[in-house]
């Protein structure tokens, strides 16, 4: 589906759709046919249906889906909300590995030159006093 073939549909369309015959959710705006995926869902098929014909943007950001999930998701899109009815979107962080190696490596470092530090200064208190 190409940007311009992407279809619009107002919440109460997507209202219409939320049993196991019919079930379409919201996240960040794109709606998603889940109908088929009922089934398959780790999680069970009472999660999703909880939140069909609703926008769940903010359980299944909670819920903290994987790159896996998110992937998965785009062969069940069918469209998206109309601009009128657009919520905001919240991004979040899930790439746990982009841009914090270097605060990493710094609490590493500390980790264990901190001890070392306190050994020396233990060390030469230890001669200075007592020897």
Known sequence: ???SEVKQYSFSEVKKHCDNKSAWIVVQNNI?????????HPGGEEVLLE??????????EDVGHSSDARELMIRYKVGEI???ERKPV?????DWSSGNDTVSSDNSF????????L???????YRFYFL
């Not at 998603?32 to 398959?40: A, G, K, P, R, V």
């Not at 500390?110 to 530090?117: A, E, G, M, N």
């Open 1 to 3: 589906m190409s940007e």
């Open 32 to 40: 998603y046919d889940i109908t088929s995926f009922l089934n398959e």
């Open 51 to 60: 939140q069909s014909g609703k926008d769940a943007s903010d359980p299944f």
């Open 82 to 84: 109309i601009e009128s």
């Open 90 to 94: 919240k991004q979040k962080n899930t």
């Open 110 to 117: 500390k980790s264990w030159i901190v001890p070392i530090v």
């Open 119 to 125: 050994g020396i200064l233990a060390t030469i208190i």
